[in-house]
């Protein structure tokens, strides 16, 4: 069945950095533009940043352009997110998606998410 799960979250250090892993499962990912969303606490999921087919381009909100950084490995079949100089609004769930359509979306899988917790 298709399932994307995302890992690699966890209690982190402010200034230091992450690196999360989403594994596509159930298709084929490489197809789809693969997407990072981040759902703070009493806050609505926003875009982070997403990557085409093949990767070849990638687009990041203005917030996370800098210190955020996606990139995929087809053979692998998933997709990566790395932050660096982590600050504490960084805080919050973070979710994989695959859009067959568009970056803006729709997405038409996600994964369960993983938490990402940035102490000062």
């Known amino acids: 069945q298709v399932h994307l799960e995302e890992s690699g979250g966890g209690l982190v250090q402010a200034g230091g950095s992450v690196r999360l892993s989403c594994l596509a499962s159930?298709?084929?990912?490489?197809?789809?533009?693969m997407g990072w969303f981040r759902q703070a606490p009493g806050k609505e999921r926003e875009f982070v940043a997403s990557?085409?087919?093949?990767?070849?381009?990638?687009t990041y909100a203005d917030s996370s352009e800098g210190r955020f950084a996606i990139s995929r490995d087809s053979t692998k079949n998933s997709v990566y997110l790395e932050i660096t100089n982590l600050k504490p609004e960084d805080t919050g769930t973070y979710f994989c998606?695959?859009?067959?359509?568009?970056?803006?979306?729709?997405?038409?899988?996600w994964g369960q998410g993983t938490q990402v917790t940035v102490s000062s």
């Open positions: 159930g298709f084929t990912s490489k197809w789809f533009i």
């Open positions: 990557t085409s087919p093949g990767g070849s381009k990638t």
């Open positions: 998606g695959a859009s067959r359509t568009s970056a803006s979306g729709p997405y038409d899988f």
